[in-house]
């Protein structure tokens, strides 16, 4: 336990009345700041909801609503933070802004692809280069705008007409931002600790983004491709991709973006030998359950079949959670409390070999 930080709790994927408390205060002391002092910030993954403060006009509630359709809207992290910040009195660079005299340095863990520093926790000290009208496009975008409650409409309007301030557009004077972790790193690291364990690792990409079922669908292919051509004395190998796929919400299942990308896997996979799909949050959490993900290879469907539960509808409910967990197949860890991005990792051997 920390003697002299105090820690404050709060919701997370859905921002909750603690969140915005502690979101107050901490807006609260940066207005304190005064020439002189230093203040330090340390944001990751997770901030944009762990730092709720609706702007003027706009309830916590109105802003729950506003984050849970977003996330089932299949809207990538910077489309959604882009609407956030736009809500916000806090995100955006407001943060920055607030701080005032004082000289601020941020220590940043990335869970954005690309590492972009607006993004991340919805960039509460960096200057935004997104506005009111690219929030009101996103939500028409993805046909929220008519779903949105009529406090939202109202203040993303009035911002778009001039009649709110825009977030900081110019970074702020005196503040600092240094990059102490991202994907990139966790995918290279989990490439050596691989190589510890004889396997030939293979880095695709640390930038994966898109459909979580239609990612799997792509890389499995490729699995497959791999171990067509593989010779049997060959070391096993593994497929690698780091990044943040999205699922758009169709259904009323449970689940998480790695947990639809396993259970797409075990689609694609069905009958096949020599193939094992694991995917996973860095931060042990993949969407509101408590699994980090899942893992899946070619008899997971017939498994399943076994025990009456049905693969392809429970694909199209999003409903991997259950799946996987009547299986035993889930990827527990419990909170790593760092998010790094997720994981995504084939491993194709010969079918007399284990792949872990």
């Not at 896997?265 to 996973?280: D, H, K, R």
Request: net charge positive; aromatic share 4%; hydrophobic share 40%.
């Amino acid at each position: 336990p920390c003697r002299t930080i105090r820690i404050l709790e709060a919701g997370h994927p859905i921002p909750d009345a603690a969140g915005e408390a502690g979101a107050r205060e901490i807006l609260s002391l940066a207005h304190r700041a005064k020439r002189g002092d230093l203040v330090i910030g340390l944001w990751s993954g997770g901030g944009s909801a762990l730092l709720p403060l609706p702007i003027s006009g706009l309830s916590l509630r109105a802003k729950q609503e506003v984050t849970d359709l977003l996330l089932r809207s299949g809207a990538v992290i910077g489309e959604i933070n882009t609407v956030r910040k736009h809500l916000s009195r806090i995100k955006g660079g407001q943060l920055a802004r607030a701080v005032g005299p004082a000289r601020m340095v941020n220590f940043i863990l990335s869970d954005v692809v690309g590492d972009r520093l607006d993004v991340i926790a919805s960039g509460p000290t960096v200057s935004d280069p997104t506005t009111f009208a690219d929030a009101i496009e996103i939500l028409k975008r993805y046909s929220l705008w008519k779903k949105m409650d009529r406090s939202v409409r109202r203040v993303l309007e009035q911002g778009e007409r001039g009649a709110l301030p825009e977030t900081p557009k110019r970074p702020a004077r005196g503040v600092d931002h240094i990059l102490i972790g991202n994907g990139d790193g966790v995918v290279h690291e989990a490439a050596r600790l691989l190589r510890t364990m004889g396997f030939r690792p293979q880095i695709l990409t640390t930038v994966l983004e898109g459909e979580s079922r239609e990612a799997a669908k792509a890389l499995v292919a490729l699995a497959k491709e791999i171990r067509r051509r593989r010779r049997e004395k060959e070391k096993p190998v593994c497929l690698i991709a780091g990044g943040e796929t999205t699922v758009t919400v169709r259904g009323r299942g449970k689940g998480g973006r790695c947990q639809e990308f396993a259970l797409s896997a075990a689609v694609q996979l069905a009958g096949s030998e020599g193939i094992t799909a694991a995917a996973f949050s860095t931060d042990g959490t993949d969407g509101p359950t408590d699994a980090a993900g899942a893992i899946a290879d070619g008899k997971t469907a017939g498994r399943a079949a076994r025990k009456g539960i049905d693969i392809r509808k429970s694909l199209a409910e999003n409903d991997a959670y259950p799946f996987f967990d009547a299986l035993g197949d889930l990827i527990r860890t419990g909170p790593t409390r760092t998010h790094l991005n997720d994981l995504y990792l084939l491993f194709i051997t010969n079918p007399s070999e284990k792949s872990g």
